[in-house]
């Protein structure tokens, strides 16, 4: 079993930066993905950042040049750094990790979240 737990949210007004980290712990073998996906009021969780474990990222258009997702391996720790805030960013902010003994047995994972609100 992988444990996320997920820090770094907040209240911050439009134009604004946050930094989210994710820390993984528990029984980890290889994690081949992490991202970060979110859920604001009323609509489906989305996905907004990943990042595999060769370093490989992709984005959601609507983060793109704003958001940097970034990860340390060795500690197993995720990171997404949000800048130029937009009050569209404000939901509940979701860690990922694709985890297991081979890639074919991997399960996802998720941590609790952390609420980013974007409001002056």
């Not at 993984?24 to 993905?33: C, K, M």
């Not at 009021?41 to 950042?49: D, F, L, S, T």
């Not at 609420?115 to 002056?120: A, H, K, N, W």
Request: glycine fraction near 12%.
């Amino acid at each position: 079993q992988v444990q996320l737990v997920e820090s770094g949210g907040g209240l911050v007004q439009p134009g604004g930066s946050l930094r989210l980290s994710c820390a993984a712990s528990g029984t980890i073998f290889s994690i081949y993905r992490m991202g970060w996906y979110r859920q604001a009021p009323g609509k489906q969780r989305e996905g907004v950042a990943n990042i595999t474990s060769a370093g490989s990222r992709s984005y959601a258009d609507s983060v793109k040049g704003r958001f940097t997702i970034s990860r340390d391996n060795a500690n197993n720790k995720l990171y997404l750094q949000m800048n130029s805030l937009q009050p569209g960013d404000t939901a509940v902010y979701y860690c990922n990790a694709y985890s297991g003994r081979t890639v074919f047995t991997a399960r996802n994972y998720w941590g609790q979240g952390t609420q980013v609100t974007v409001s002056s």
